[in-house]
């Protein structure tokens, strides 16, 4: 009895190596059959292959197609706030002596024009407590809108020469520099921010006097309406 139970045993387990093996050669058949169509079938022709055997597996319940497929939903950028207004600007700044600010705005731009005399030391490009928290409040308001902004700095034509200022280009950039650093610290995306060194270009008064020469030291703040941008 032992004997024949074993032989039956053996016969049962000998048929299984059959199936593996035809599972084998379906995988290798089909391996093969995809390097073929790799190499050696045009492209179009293996496209219109695949999708008709797609299209077969789909009858059938297997594979969906590409209609069946939910349309990828849209990347949704983050909400951005509306660009700034001059009434915002002006609420940020109301601790300013208005003689030291001035604030143009247009459809395309906003432009905040800051007496250097008023935010910076004779020579230098250091700001005063009072006059960064001034500052860090304009920052804070121009934060999160995605709006380009280009800082400029003015000196008279009188010229400087020292070990931190060269030129008074040097000391038109490092102020208009000040301004965008302190602007970052509030939130200001630095990819949106340019500063510019403009030395005594672009004069706004005549150089010939005193008056004149306060009216063109100054840094302009230009906030561009027309390009609002998210890099998130």
């Given at each position: 009895m032992s004997r024949r139970r074993r032989g039956h045993d053996e016969g049962s387990h000998g048929g299984a190596w059959k199936i593996a093996l035809a599972d084998l050669?379906?995988?290798?058949?089909?391996?093969?059959?995809?390097?073929?169509?790799?190499?050696?079938?045009d492209?179009?022709?293996?496209?219109?292959?695949?999708?008709?055997?797609?299209?077969?597996?789909?009858?059938?319940?297997d594979v969906p197609t590409l209609d069946m497929v939910?349309?990828?939903?849209?990347?949704?950028?983050?909400?951005?706030?509306?660009?700034?207004?001059?009434?915002?600007?002006?609420?940020?700044?109301k601790e300013i002596n208005p003689k030291d600010i001035s604030i143009e705005d247009t459809e395309e731009y906003t432009r905040i024009t800051l007496k250097s005399d008023s935010?910076?030391?004779?020579?230098?490009?250091t700001i005063s407590d009072s006059t960064r928290e001034q500052l860090e409040k304009l920052g804070?308001?121009?934060?999160?809108?995605?709006?380009?902004i280009t800082?400029?700095?003015?000196?008279?034509?009188?010229?400087?020469?020292?070990?931190?200022?060269?030129?008074?280009?040097?000391?038109?950039?490092?102020r208009a520099a000040t301004v965008a650093r302190t602007f970052i610290d509030m939130g200001v995306d630095k990819r949106l921010l340019t500063?510019?060194?403009?030395?005594?270009?672009?004069?706004?008064?005549?150089n010939t006097t005193a008056y004149g020469r306060s009216l063109n030291r100054r840094v302009v703040i230009t906030v561009d309406k027309l390009t609002p941008v998210s890099f998130d």
């Open positions: 050669m379906t995988v290798l058949m089909v391996f093969f059959l995809v390097m073929w169509l790799m190499a050696a079938v492209p179009k022709e293996r496209d219109a292959f695949v999708q008709s055997i797609s299209g077969e597996m789909v009858e059938s319940g939910p349309p990828q939903t849209e990347i949704v950028q983050l909400d951005l706030k509306p660009p700034v207004s001059k009434a915002e600007i002006e609420a940020s700044m935010f910076f030391e004779s020579a230098r490009a804070e308001t121009l934060a999160g809108r995605g709006q380009y800082i400029a700095g003015y000196t008279d034509n009188l010229p400087i020469n020292n070990f931190q200022f060269p030129s008074n280009w040097e000391l038109s950039a490092a500063i510019e060194g403009k030395a005594d270009n672009d004069e706004v008064a005549p």
